[in-house]
């Protein structure tokens, strides 16, 4: 069964890093492009990083573009998201998702075009 479990959310005072990885385990292939996405209470979940497992192609929205920085580790099946330069605004439940190769390259950005979620991690930024 394919299975995506993200880890390392946590409470940081704004300006600080966390580090998220996303671990996938069962999937019967390993070039699925990853996501990461953020819902905000009250809000629209938000994709704003994706990388091509490919060519490891990376993509940024503008909101945490020079902010974070999404990188893959193919051999532990493990996507990470670095997150520096917090703000109280970043606060949200961080998913990571895996779609079809493809994806990061066309957008990357809709939910739509993921097939698979982990549970989720919260990140809480303090001002």
């Known amino acids: 069964e394919a299975r995506l479990v993200e880890s390392g959310g946590g409470l940081v005072q704004a300006g600080g890093s966390l580090r998220l990885s996303c671990a996938a385990s069962?999937?019967?292939?390993?070039?699925?492009?990853i996501g990461w996405f953020r819902q905000a209470p009250g809000k629209e979940r938000e994709g704003f990083a994706c990388i091509d497992r490919t060519d490891g192609r990376t993509y940024y929205a503008d909101s945490v573009k020079g902010r974070f920085t999404i990188s893959s580790d193919n051999a532990k099946k493990t996507v990470y998201l670095q997150m520096n330069s917090l703000e109280p605004e970043d606060t949200a439940v961080y998913y990571c998702a895996a779609g079809p190769p493809g994806t990061a390259v066309a957008g990357g950005f809709s939910r739509y075009e993921y097939d698979y979620w982990g549970q989720g991690t919260q990140v809480t930024v303090s001002s």
């Open positions: 069962g999937f019967a292939r390993d070039d699925y492009d």
